[in-house]
C-alpha cells in the first residue's frame, strides 16, 4: 500500500472512523443483527441444557430442504441434483429471475449468507485451496469373453490412451507389484493384473505404467469389488480398474496353466485442478489460545444430492454455530464447513497442513460430524482412543458415551480409521473424535435391538446414490444427534478442565493401520 500524505491520511482515518461508527448503530426499524449485542454481557455463559434446548428438529429439516432445493440447481449441469465440488451453473435466463448459485457454490454461499446474518459474533473466512477432481465419463472392462461384472475404475484414474478402448494380453504381475521387478517384460503393451495390498493401488498404477502397460487391473484378495483410489495423479498413472477376487480366480487359474486371457479396457474420464473453499468461523469471544473445533463437509459425490451425507452434518454444525450466538463462552469455539471431502479428505488435509506450529497448538481438539441422520441408522462413535490416536481423543469418545448413557440410547463403536476429515488432525497430533450413523455398512440382528430398523440392509441404502435426499434422512436420529453436538460444543466452549493438555508426539500406531483416506480404499 502506498504511503500517503499526513492530510489524506488523516481524512481517510476520520472516515474509516465515522464508517464504523455507522456499522455498530442499530438502524430505526430494522431488526440489529443477531450477535450485534456480543461485547454486552447480558448473554448468559454458555450452559449445555440450555444450547440443547434450542434445537429444534424443524429448523434443521428447514434447511435440509433448501439444501436440496441448491443441489436441484446443479441439474443443469449435471441432469440431476449434486452438490459435488465444481458445480457451480448461474442459470442464466433472466425471464426465470433466478440467480442462485448452484450446487456445491451454493451450498458455499448459502453456509457463509447463514453465517454473515450472525453478525459480529464470528469471525468468518473463506480458505481456497486447489483441488483435483476425476471424472469418469464412461468405462468398460472385458475379460476373455465376458464383461466385467465388478470393475470399478479406480478415482483419479486418468483415460485410456486417446479415450479410445485398448487391448491386450493380461500380464500376471508377481507378488503384489509393490517394486519394478515384479513387473515380467511382456506387460509392455499389455494390461497388467495386479494383487490389491502392500502398497498404495497408486503405486500399483505407477509401476505398471513406467513397465509400459496400456492400463491395470487390480484385483482384490477378498471376494468383493475394491471401491479405491489412485490419489495424487502422477504422470505415470495407467488407466486402472479394481475387480473383484471372485471375478480373478477363473482367470488366475488359467494363467497359471499358461493359457493366455486377452483384455480390453476402455475408460474416458478427465482430471482437472479446480479452487475450491473451506469456511471457518470462531467467535471472537472465548480464549483465542485454546480452541475447540468441529467440521461437516459442504460438498456431495457427483452421484447425488447428498442431504444425509453430509447436508446434515454440515447444518449440524452450522445450526449449533447460531444457536451458540445466544451465549457468552470461555474458550473459542471454530467451525469449519470443509470442500472436496468426497474426492479424498482435501479441504481437511489442506487445512491443518497450513497450520503453523503455533496455530496448530491453540486446537485443542477436532470433532468431526458425517452423516448425522442416517435412515437405518445405529448411534456410533468413533473409537477413538489415547493409545494409537493423540492424547485426549479417548476423553472426547467418553463424553459422547456418557451423553448416550445419560439419555438410555444405545451405541456401538466404529473404527477410527481415516475414512473422513478428523484424519489429518490425528496425522497432525491433534486429538480428534465423532460421531455417525452408518453409510454403506450392514445393519446387524443385534444392532436392530438396539436401534429399531432392518437388520441386513445398509444404514444409509441411498449413500453416495440419488436418493440421498431429504426423505433420506432419519429426523429421529438427526434430532437426538444435534443435540449431542451441541452438548459437545457447550461442554469444551464452557472449560477444558480435565482434558489433557496438548502434546506433540505424533503416534505412528495410527498411520501404520490406515487403508483409507476418505471413504474409498487407497491399499
Ligand atoms: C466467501 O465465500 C462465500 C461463498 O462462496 C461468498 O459468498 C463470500 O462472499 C466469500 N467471502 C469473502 C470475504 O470472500
Ligand atoms: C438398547 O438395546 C437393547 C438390546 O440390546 C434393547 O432391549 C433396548 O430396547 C435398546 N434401548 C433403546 C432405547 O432402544
Ligand atoms: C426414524 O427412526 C425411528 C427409530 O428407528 C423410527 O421409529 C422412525 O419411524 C424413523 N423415522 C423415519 C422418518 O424414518
Ligand atoms: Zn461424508
Not at 481517510?12 to 455507522?22: F, K, P
Not at 451450498?107 to 459474533?121: F, P, R, V
Not at 451441541?486 to 493401520?513: I, M, Q
Request: hydrophobic share 35%; charged share 20%; glycine share 10%.
Amino acid at each position: 500500500m502506498a504511503i500517503l500524505s499526513g492530510k489524506a491520511a488523516f481524512s481517510l482515518l476520520l472516515l474509516l472512523a465515522s464508517a464504523n461508527a455507522s456499522r455498530f448503530q442499530p438502524q430505526a426499524g430494522a431488526q440489529a443483527p443477531l450477535g450485534a449485542d456480543v461485547a454486552a454481557s447480558k448473554k448468559p455463559l454458555i450452559d449445555s441444557e440450555a444450547l440443547q434446548a434450542r434445537i429444534k428438529v424443524d429448523n434443521l429439516l428447514t434447511r435440509a430442504e433448501e439444501l436440496y432445493e441448491i443441489a436441484k440447481l446443479g441439474e443443469e449441469e449435471y441432469n440431476h441434483p449434486t452438490r459435488v465440488i465444481g458445480s457451480n451453473a448461474v442459470p442464466d435466463d433472466a425471464d426465470r429471475g433466478n440467480s442462485r448459485l448452484a450446487g456445491h457454490l451454493g451450498t458455499l454461499s448459502y453456509i457463509y449468507a447463514e453465517l454473515a446474518k450472525l453478525g459480529d459474533y464470528y469471525t468468518l473466512s473463506n480458505q481456497s485451496f486447489p483441488a483435483v477432481s476425476g471424472n469418469v465419463f464412461e468405462s468398460r472392462l472385458i475379460l476373455g469373453a465376458h464383461v466385467s461384472q465388478s470393475a470399478a475404475p479406480m478415482g483419479l484414474t486418468p483415460p485410456t490412451k486417446d479415450k479410445e478402448p485398448v487391448h491386450g494380453d493380461l500380464v500376471y504381475v508377481e507378488k503384489d507389484g509393490c517394486e519394478a521387478a515384479n513387473y515380467p517384460a511382456s506387460v509392455k503393451g499389455n494390461i497388467a493384473l495386479v494383487r490389491r495390498g502392500t502398497c498404495p493401488f497408486g503405486t500399483k498404477s505407477k509401476l505398471a505404467g513406467q513397465a509400459g502397460a496400456k492400463a491395470a487391473v487390480v484385483y482384490n484378495f477378498e471376494d468383493d469389488g475394491v471401491s479405491g483410489t489412485l490419489g495424487t495423479p502422477s504422470p505415470d498413472h495407467v488407466a486402472t480398474f479394481g475387480i473383484s477376487g471372485k471375478e480373478a480366480e477363473p482367470i488366475l487359474r488359467d494363467l497359471k496353466k499358461g493359457k493366455t486371457v486377452d483384455a480390453i479396457a476402455y475408460i474416458d474420464a478427465e482430471i482437472k485442478t479446480i479452487y475450491t473453499d473451506n469456511i471457518i468461523a470462531q467467535t471472537v469471544e472465548g480464549d483465542q489460545e485454546n480452541c475447540v473445533m468441529l467440521g461437516g463437509h459442504s460438498d456431495s459425490v457427483a452421484a447425488g444430492p447428498g442431504i444425509n451425507d453430509d447436508g446434515s452434518g454440515s447444518l449440524t454444525v452450522l445450526e449449533v454455530a447460531k444457536q451458540l450466538t445466544h451465549f457468552r463462552v470461555n474458550n473459542c469455539v471454530r467451525f469449519a464447513w470443509w470442500a472436496g471431502e468426497e474426492e479424498g479428505l482435501l479441504g481437511s488435509d489442506y487445512y491443518v497442513a497450513q497450520l503453523t506450529p503455533g496455530e496448530n497448538r491453540k486446537i485443542r481438539l477436532f470433532m468431526d460430524y458425517d452423516m448425522m441422520g442416517s435412515p437405518n441408522f445405529a448411534y456410533q462413535i468413533y473409537d477413538a482412543r489415547n493409545d494409537v490416536n493423540p492424547v485426549g481423543s479417548q476423553e472426547l469418545r467418553d463424553l459422547y458415551v456418557d451423553w448416550y448413557k445419560a439419555h438410555g440410547l444405545n451405541y456401538t463403536f466404529i473404527p477410527f480409521d481415516g475414512r473422513s476429515d478428523y484424519d489429518a488432525f490425528i496425522k497432525h497430533g491433534i486429538p480428534g473424535g465423532g460421531i455417525a450413523t452408518g453409510a454403506e455398512g450392514i445393519k446387524t440382528k443385534q444392532e436392530q435391538e438396539m436401534f429399531g430398523g432392518v437388520a441386513g440392509e445398509w444404514y444409509d441404502k441411498n449413500y453416495h446414490q440419488i436418493g440421498d435426499d431429504v426423505s433420506n434422512v432419519n429426523l429421529t436420529a438427526w434430532e437426538v444427534n444435534t443435540k449431542l453436538v451441541a452438548h459437545s460444543v457447550a461442554t469444551y466452549a464452557l472449560s477444558f478442565k480435565g482434558f489433557p493438555e496438548r502434546r506433540f508426539a505424533v503416534n505412528k500406531a495410527y498411520t501404520a493401520g490406515i487403508k483409507h483416506h476418505g471413504h474409498k480404499l487407497i491399499v
